[in-house]
């Protein structure tokens, strides 16, 4: 119990890390003077002190939905795969439960850019309805692929399930459900390829811009909400799709853990840096892959029994 | 000629949690509506024939309380007569219904031997001695599922639906295609079985059709009300999905896992009563206050309609099928069934039931983004006309009707396992395995597949109240400042003007599916002394026709044209070709004679058809001209 | 493992058909048939056939890494444009090529009592799979490519059907292969000058 709430606690301080972590690495293979680690702290904590300006166009939902934002991610970390096996978890909660709660707090997040009556924010919504409806078949195809090769839907059995049961066997359909959460993890948390998270621009911006309007306390609670999604599916990968070192002690687990995460974002900077920014329109073929990526996972496994 | 067993008891119980709510608020609306004792007299009667469906238990009685239902909510459509579109509505419904009502009238003089007094149970052997069941099953779709809705018969709803007044709407939407459903289970379950495979997939294929269908259309759609009827067209199809389940795993001799599927259905049924009547009603305030359907014309209204608003928030995300709301727990369920699946031993069928796991999938998304649309623009930003900006919230009945259609669908989420119980109860009258022992411990719904997973709606709604009420609580200990102001938008002004429509907002959704919407696009622009670029005026129209309406009934429409044009030239001929075809009728008639009653050979058969060939070139066409 | 070989040999084949640059496609090309020859090594060792050896062995090293090199060599020299945009919609593309893959099975299912019948109807997928790279590109070099890779698949699917195939045969395609590019390499000469 005390690792469990120790591990969320670690879950939730650590997301902002991991944000500036990828963003340092972009600007160090850049040439850049990198920036400190602990930037998306001092961001927040200066949110934190700011006065929240609300539009006055706005209504309720301004006030509301940056708290139904984060909630159900705060929610989601609540089943996230124990870190170590000795561990307690939440181990009933499926995937499928976990898919609607990221859906939640997207919603209100489009909601927000409508709010205010500025474009800005319709484009952001508009595009992010957009991508996640073509994310959402893609996710829940890998889904049930996942759920058939750990032979459990619940999000935490199926992590201790293939560390146990790690699938020799289904080596093909494991590997192209990986291959399709990667680019869900690229589209969902608007990295490059996708979305830009630095940029202002509106040719660009997705996410950005339904935040604009939002301002010190709100603006903190979304950007917490979008650290901590990051966390959320960088967890889920490298429990799913790297599942080691959960034998360990808690604090090397725990180690263990972490630096895993760090190689993803290492990745995930890498691939930034090299890539350029799809149009919006070209997005639907990188999110193609993905879906086909995820049928042919379950083909493979029926088909191949790989 | 009436049954009160555990399925017809819980449809009743069904109307009630329908038609209660509803009272309220048509007795609101009713200041909306001139011809007021017509549509009240209309209303009871098409509220109790629906009973009567539900409870009839002979075809006579059965199929007479289905006409009745059809004809009142035809004249329901026509309370405000009015309005050429409303006309062409009805005449439209009246059309399509009783196109189903042929196709029930024959399917039950098959099954009943031509005595229409026979009782339900006695159908069953008469059914199972019939030579081609198929026909009857396609009897039963053509017959129920047309008054569903359901691809490709569903071209009606979007037209019939919100031209009637909005409680009506809600009835016709929330409650009627559902009694349509019950029909449709009811003659499966207690005539039709055991089925084949065929009928299961084809189900399925229907609903996964059907749902993906009508959520694009509803994206497309401007006009409220056309909206949500679009989506009572997904809905069906995601029910069908289930049924679609069940069939198959009970013609895999899998019980159990079909009990689960036809209960994820009924569940569906009912939340989708629940949430789509929720919709249409707080959509009616809408309407009531800003006398207009126009979506474009909305916005801003939860300042001044907060209560309106709310309920349609509730109800937009009980349909996006967003945790822990009761259409979440429903869809959650038809996943399940989906994913059970993987115990088929048929690897061709298991290995294509992912497209229908994706079809729901992909619906759901674009539920979402739909949801977020009318939501977003009706509700949110500022009111985009002087209709909107003089809306004030609705009366109290109007308002009661609502909160009581809210509680329905709380109670539906909070309540689901006992609901749950019942619908197994009512399956259980069919012979179904119960499975409610597996499935429900302690307010959690667990999945019967052994890859399958656990919700329990109570404690999603406990978490988030939890974290939402921290998170309120430490922003009281902050103490934060807030300061109402205008905020930067990139330097422009904010007007209703620069905001997103609706027709902005569905754009890149609308661009991706565009070979299938094929839109009419009008784009009109005063340039400003030959700059491409800087313009006066400007507007943007897209208009779109329904794919299945454009192909389907216009190319129908088309060869009934062509076929009575050629009858017209036939009738109106000169003599002596008048006399040319009463030879070759008298001919034919000749020769189909000896064919049917003497002998069949096929040497004379193509002997004959040429001769009668070349008499019908020689004497009736003729040369041409 | 033969098993993750043929998927990984599916997934390049499939991320082809979705590619809309020349590159990346002979990319994708030498990695398919790098996993069809590490499949036929698999193969090899099971069967523990000589013949398979060769076979394995020459894929890798002449389909694998020599014909993408050769292939880009030629692109370089006359100027091929890399943009090459595939014909069929990629809304239809998501259906089409998991439905192909089905229903390759479905119909295969009943005529088949083999052991090994799933392989086979995989690899008569990737056979039409490669039929619709050739059919959704109208670049000679596309074309070329769903060409090659239609006889990658006839190789599974000689491997996989008859455990091994008589080597004779698959040397003489692979002669055939080379005869094919030396005569596309003459025709992009015609044509170019």
Same mark, same amino acid.
């Given at each position: 119990?005390?690792?469990?709430?120790?591990?969320?606690?670690?879950?939730?301080?650590?997301?902002?890390?991991?944000?500036?972590?990828?963003?340092?690495?972009?600007?160090?293979?850049?040439?850049?003077?990198?920036?400190?680690?602990?930037?998306?702290?001092?961001?927040?904590?200066?949110?934190?002190?700011?006065?929240?300006?609300?539009?006055?166009?706005?209504?309720?939902?301004?006030?509301?939905?940056?708290?139904?934002?984060?909630?159900?991610?705060?929610?989601?970390?609540?089943?996230?795969?124990?870190?170590?096996?000795?561990?307690?978890?939440?181990?009933?909660?499926?995937?499928?439960?976990?898919?609607?709660?990221?859906?939640?707090?997207?919603?209100?997040?489009?909601?927000?850019?409508?709010?205010?009556?500025?474009?800005?924010?319709?484009?952001?919504?508009?595009?992010?309805?957009?991508?996640?409806?073509?994310?959402?078949?893609?996710?829940?195809?890998?889904?049930?692929?996942?759920?058939?090769?750990?032979?459990?839907?619940?999000?935490?059995?199926?992590?201790?399930?293939?560390?146990?049961?790690?699938?020799?066997?289904?080596?093909?359909?494991?590997?192209?459900?990986?291959?399709?959460?990667?680019?869900?993890?690229?589209?969902?948390?608007?990295?490059?390829?996708?979305?830009?998270?630095?940029?202002?621009?509106?040719?660009?911006?997705?996410?950005?811009?339904?935040?604009?309007?939002?301002?010190?306390?709100?603006?903190?609670?979304?950007?917490?909400?979008?650290?901590?999604?990051?966390?959320?599916?960088?967890?889920?990968?490298?429990?799913?799709?790297?599942?080691?070192?959960?034998?360990?002690?808690?604090?090397?687990?725990?180690?263990?853990?972490?630096?895993?995460?760090?190689?993803?974002?290492?990745?995930?900077?890498?691939?930034?840096?090299?890539?350029?920014?799809?149009?919006?329109?070209?997005?639907?073929?990188?999110?193609?892959?993905?879906?086909?990526?995820?049928?042919?996972?379950?083909?493979?496994?029926?088909?191949?029994?790989? | 000629?009436?049954?009160?067993?555990?399925?017809?008891?819980?449809?009743?119980?069904?109307?009630?949690?329908?038609?209660?709510?509803?009272?309220? !608020?048509?007795?609101?609306?009713?200041?909306?509506?001139?011809?007021?004792?017509?549509?009240?007299?209309?209303?009871?009667?098409?509220?109790?024939?629906?009973?009567?469906?539900?409870?009839?238990?002979?075809?006579?009685?059965?199929?007479?309380?289905? &006409?009745?239902?059809?004809? +009142?909510?035809?004249?329901?459509?026509?309370?405000?007569?009015?309005?050429?579109?409303?006309?062409?509505?009805?005449?439209?419904? @009246?059309?399509?219904?009783?196109?189903?009502?042929?196709?029930?009238?024959?399917?039950?003089?098959?099954?009943?031997?031509?005595?229409?007094?026979?009782?339900?149970?006695?159908?069953?052997?008469?059914?199972?001695?019939?030579?081609?069941?198929?026909?009857?099953?396609?009897?039963?779709?053509? =017959?129920?599922?047309?008054?569903?809705?359901?691809?490709?018969?569903?071209?009606?709803?979007?037209? #019939?639906?919100?031209? #009637?007044?909005?409680?009506?709407?809600?009835?016709?939407?929330?409650?009627?295609?559902?009694?349509?459903?019950?029909?449709?289970?009811?003659?499966?379950? &207690? *005539?039709?079985?055991?089925?084949?495979?065929?009928?299961?997939?084809?189900?399925?294929?229907?609903?996964?059709?059907?749902?993906?269908?009508?959520?694009?259309?509803?994206?497309?759609?401007?006009?409220?009300?056309?909206?949500?009827?679009?989506?009572?067209?997904?809905?069906?199809?995601?029910?069908?999905?289930?049924?679609?389940?069940?069939?198959?795993?009970?013609?895999?001799?899998?019980?159990?896992?079909?009990?689960?599927?036809?209960?994820?259905?009924?569940?569906?049924?009912?939340?989708?009563?629940?949430?789509? +009547?929720?919709?249409?009603?707080?959509?009616?305030?809408?309407?009531?206050?800003?006398?207009?359907?126009?979506?474009?014309? !909305?916005?801003?209204?939860?300042?001044?309609?907060?209560?309106?608003?709310?309920?349609?928030?509730?109800?937009?995300?009980?349909?996006?099928?967003?945790?822990?709301?009761? =259409?979440?727990?429903? &869809?959650?369920?038809? @996943?399940?069934?989906?994913?059970?699946?993987?115990?088929?031993?048929?690897? #061709?069928?298991?290995?294509?039931?992912?497209?229908?796991?994706?079809?729901?999938?992909?619906?759901?998304?674009?539920?979402?983004?739909?949801?977020?649309?009318? %939501?977003?623009?009706?509700?949110?930003?500022?009111?985009?006309?002087?209709?909107?900006?003089?809306?004030?919230?609705?009366?109290?009945?109007?308002?009661?009707?609502?909160?009581?259609?809210?509680? *329905?669908?709380?109670?539906?989420?909070?309540?689901?396992?006992?609901?749950?119980?019942?619908?197994?109860?009512?399956?259980?009258?069919?012979?179904?395995?119960?499975?409610?022992?597996?499935?429900?411990?302690?307010?959690?719904?667990? +999945?019967?597949?052994?890859?399958?997973?656990?919700?329990?709606?109570? @404690?999603?709604?406990?978490?988030?109240?939890?974290?939402?009420?921290?998170?309120?609580?430490?922003?009281?200990?902050?103490?934060?400042?807030?300061?109402?102001?205008?905020?930067?938008?990139?330097?422009?002004?904010?007007?209703?003007?620069?905001?997103? +429509?609706?027709?902005?907002?569905?754009?890149?959704?609308?661009?991706? %599916?565009?070979?299938?919407?094929?839109?009419?696009?009008?784009?009109?622009?005063?340039?400003?002394?030959?700059?491409?670029?800087? %313009?006066?005026?400007?507007?943007?129209?897209?208009?779109?026709?329904?794919?299945? &309406?454009?192909?389907?009934?216009?190319?129908?429409?088309?060869?009934?044209?062509?076929?009575?044009?050629?009858?017209?030239?036939?009738?109106?001929?000169?003599?002596?070709?008048?006399?040319?075809?009463?030879?070759?009728?008298?001919?034919?008639?000749?020769?189909?004679?000896?064919?049917?009653?003497?002998?069949?050979?096929?040497?004379?058969?193509?002997?004959?058809?040429?001769?009668?060939?070349?008499?019908?070139?020689?004497?009736?066409?003729?040369?041409?001209? | 493992?033969?098993?993750?070989?043929?998927?990984?040999?599916?997934?390049?084949?499939?991320?082809?058909?979705?590619?809309?640059?020349?590159?990346?496609?002979?990319?994708?090309?030498?990695?398919?048939?790098?996993?069809?020859?590490?499949?036929?090594?698999?193969?090899?060792?099971?069967?523990?056939?000589?013949?398979?050896?060769?076979?394995?062995?020459?894929?890798?090293?002449?389909?694998?890494?020599?014909?993408? $090199?050769?292939?880009?060599?030629?692109?370089?020299?006359?100027?091929?444009?890399?943009?090459?945009?595939?014909?069929?919609?990629?809304?239809?593309?998501?259906?089409?090529?998991?439905?192909?893959?089905?229903?390759?099975?479905?119909?295969?299912?009943?005529?088949?009592?083999?052991?090994?019948?799933? $392989?086979?109807?995989?690899?008569?997928?990737?056979?039409?799979?490669?039929?619709?790279?050739?059919?959704?590109?109208?670049?000679?070099?596309?074309?070329?490519?769903?060409?090659?890779?239609?006889?990658?698949?006839?190789?599974?699917?000689?491997?996989?059907?008859?455990?091994?195939?008589?080597?004779?045969?698959?040397?003489?395609?692979?002669?055939?292969?080379?005869?094919?590019?030396?005569?596309?390499?003459?025709?992009?000469?015609?044509?170019?000058?």
């Amino acid at each position: 119990m005390i690792y469990t709430l120790i591990h969320i606690a670690v879950m939730v301080i650590l997301a902002p890390l991991f944000l500036s972590l990828i963003k340092a690495i972009k600007m160090w293979l850049l040439f850049k003077k990198p920036l400190p680690l602990l930037q998306g702290y001092n961001d927040l904590a200066k949110l934190l002190r700011k006065e929240v300006i609300i539009s006055q166009e706005a209504s309720q939902i301004t006030r509301i939905a940056p708290y139904l934002v984060l909630a159900p991610l705060l929610t989601a970390l609540l089943f996230m795969p124990p870190v170590t096996k000795g561990e307690w978890y939440i181990g009933f909660v499926d995937a499928f439960t976990l898919t609607g709660l990221l859906a939640l707090s997207t919603f209100f997040l489009m909601l927000i850019g409508l709010d205010s009556a500025s474009a800005f924010g319709g484009i952001g919504s508009s595009r992010e309805a957009f991508i996640s409806a073509l994310v959402e078949p893609g996710m829940i195809l890998v889904i049930f692929a996942l759920s058939l090769i750990a032979k459990n839907l619940g999000i935490a059995e199926a992590a201790i399930h293939l560390n146990t049961h790690f699938p020799t066997h289904h080596l093909a359909s494991y590997t192209f459900a990986a291959i399709a959460f990667f680019i869900l993890i690229l589209a969902e948390n608007g990295r490059i390829p996708i979305d830009n998270p630095e940029t202002h621009l509106e040719l660009t911006m997705v996410h950005e811009a339904m935040v604009l309007d939002l301002s010190g306390w709100y603006l903190a609670l979304v950007e917490a909400a979008s650290a901590i999604k990051y966390m959320i599916f960088a967890t889920l990968f490298v429990s799913f799709f790297s599942p080691f070192g959960i034998g360990a002690p808690f604090l090397i687990a725990l180690a263990i853990y972490l630096a895993k995460i760090a190689f993803l974002s290492l990745i995930i900077a890498l691939i930034e840096v090299n890539t350029a920014k799809l149009r919006l329109f070209k997005v639907p073929n990188l999110l193609g892959i993905a879906i086909i990526f995820a049928f042919l996972s379950l083909i493979s496994y029926y088909m191949l029994g790989a | 000629m009436f049954t009160f067993d555990p399925f017809a008891l819980l449809f009743l119980f069904f109307l009630l949690l329908g038609v209660l709510p509803n009272l309220f !608020y048509a007795y609101g609306y009713l200041d909306h509506i001139q011809r007021k004792w017509h549509f009240w007299i209309h209303y009871v009667a098409f509220v109790l024939s629906m009973g009567g469906v539900v409870v009839s238990y002979t075809p006579l009685s059965f199929l007479f309380f289905w &006409e009745i239902m059809s004809l +009142s909510s035809w004249q329901l459509i026509l309370t405000d007569p009015k309005e050429e579109s409303t006309q062409k509505a009805a005449r439209f419904y @009246f059309f399509m219904t009783h196109f189903g009502f042929v196709f029930l009238l024959l399917f039950f003089l098959l099954v009943s031997n031509g005595s229409l007094t026979l009782s339900f149970d006695k159908l069953h052997a008469i059914a199972q001695n019939f030579a081609y069941p198929s026909l009857l099953f396609f009897l039963l779709i053509l =017959g129920f599922l047309s008054k569903a809705g359901v691809v490709p018969l569903h071209v009606w709803l979007p037209y #019939a639906h919100p031209a #009637a007044p909005s409680a009506v709407s809600a009835l016709m939407s929330g409650v009627m295609l559902k009694i349509a459903l019950y029909g449709f289970m009811r003659m499966l379950l &207690e *005539v039709l079985y055991p089925w084949p495979l065929e009928w299961g997939i084809l189900i399925l294929v229907l609903g996964a059709l059907s749902s993906l269908i009508g959520v694009l259309y509803a994206l497309a759609e401007h006009d409220i009300k056309a909206l949500l009827a679009n989506h009572s067209i997904e809905n069906i199809g995601i029910i069908l999905l289930g049924i679609g389940m069940g069939m198959i795993f009970l013609a895999l001799k899998l019980p159990m896992l079909a009990t689960f599927a036809f209960l994820a259905a009924l569940y569906h049924i009912f939340n989708h009563m629940s949430f789509k +009547s929720l919709l249409f009603l707080s959509a009616g305030s809408v309407l009531h206050q800003t006398h207009t359907k126009n979506i474009e014309r !909305y916005g801003g209204l939860i300042k001044s309609m907060p209560l309106t608003a709310w309920s349609f928030l509730l109800a937009a995300l009980s349909i996006s099928a967003l945790p822990p709301t009761n =259409g979440f727990l429903s &869809e959650w369920m038809i @996943f399940q069934s989906l994913l059970g699946s993987s115990s088929i031993a048929n690897m #061709a069928l298991k290995i294509s039931l992912p497209f229908a796991v994706f079809a729901l999938a992909l619906t759901g998304g674009l539920a979402i983004a739909c949801f977020v649309k009318a %939501f977003g623009i009706t509700f949110l930003g500022l009111h985009r006309s002087a209709n909107a900006k003089h809306a004030t919230e609705v009366n109290a009945f109007m308002r009661t009707g609502m909160l009581l259609m809210g509680a *329905v669908v709380v109670g539906l989420m909070l309540f689901a396992p006992w609901f749950l119980r019942r619908f197994d109860a009512a399956l259980a009258s069919f012979g179904l395995p119960s499975i409610s022992q597996k499935i429900l411990f302690s307010w959690s719904i667990h +999945s019967l597949t052994h890859n399958g997973g656990v919700v329990s709606p109570l @404690f999603l709604l406990a978490m988030l109240i939890f974290f939402s009420a921290g998170l309120v609580l430490l922003a009281k200990r902050l103490r934060i400042r807030k300061r109402i102001f205008h905020t930067w938008a990139c330097g422009y002004r904010t007007t209703p003007r620069t905001q997103y +429509s609706a027709t902005g907002f569905a754009g890149p959704i609308r661009r991706f %599916f565009e070979w299938l919407y094929r839109p009419d696009v009008h784009f009109h622009k005063k340039t400003l002394a030959g700059h491409t670029t800087k %313009f006066s005026t400007a507007l943007y129209d897209v208009h779109i026709r329904p794919l299945f &309406e454009r192909s389907l009934y216009d190319g129908t429409k088309k060869l009934l044209n062509r076929l009575s044009y050629f009858i017209y030239r036939f009738a109106h001929f000169e003599q002596n070709r008048y006399a040319a075809i009463i030879f070759n009728l008298t001919l034919s008639v000749l020769f189909g004679y000896r064919i049917v009653a003497h002998q069949f050979s096929w040497a004379t058969f193509a002997l004959e058809a040429i001769i009668l060939a070349f008499t019908i070139k020689i004497l009736v066409i003729g040369e041409k001209r | 493992m033969t098993n993750l070989f043929i998927g990984l040999f599916l997934s390049t084949l499939i991320t082809a058909l979705l590619t809309t640059r020349l590159y990346r496609l002979f990319l994708w090309y030498g990695l398919n048939s790098i996993f069809l020859g590490l499949a036929a090594l698999e193969q090899y060792k099971l069967l523990d056939d000589k013949a398979l050896l060769i076979s394995a062995l020459l894929t890798l090293l002449l389909k694998g890494l020599l014909l993408p $090199y050769l292939f880009k060599l030629f692109a370089l020299k006359f100027h091929t444009e890399r943009n090459i945009p595939p014909k069929i919609r990629l809304q239809y593309a998501i259906l089409l090529i998991p439905a192909i893959l089905v229903f390759t099975f479905y119909l295969i299912n009943p005529i088949l009592h083999l052991p090994g019948k799933n $392989y086979i109807s995989l690899s008569i997928a990737s056979l039409f799979l490669s039929l619709v790279l050739i059919i959704e590109h109208k670049a000679i070099f596309a074309k070329v490519i769903g060409f090659l890779m239609m006889e990658n698949a006839l190789f599974l699917l000689g491997m996989t059907a008859t455990e091994g195939m008589p080597m004779l045969i698959e040397l003489g395609i692979f002669f055939d292969l080379l005869m094919a590019v030396v005569v596309i390499n003459l025709l992009f000469e015609v044509e170019h000058a």
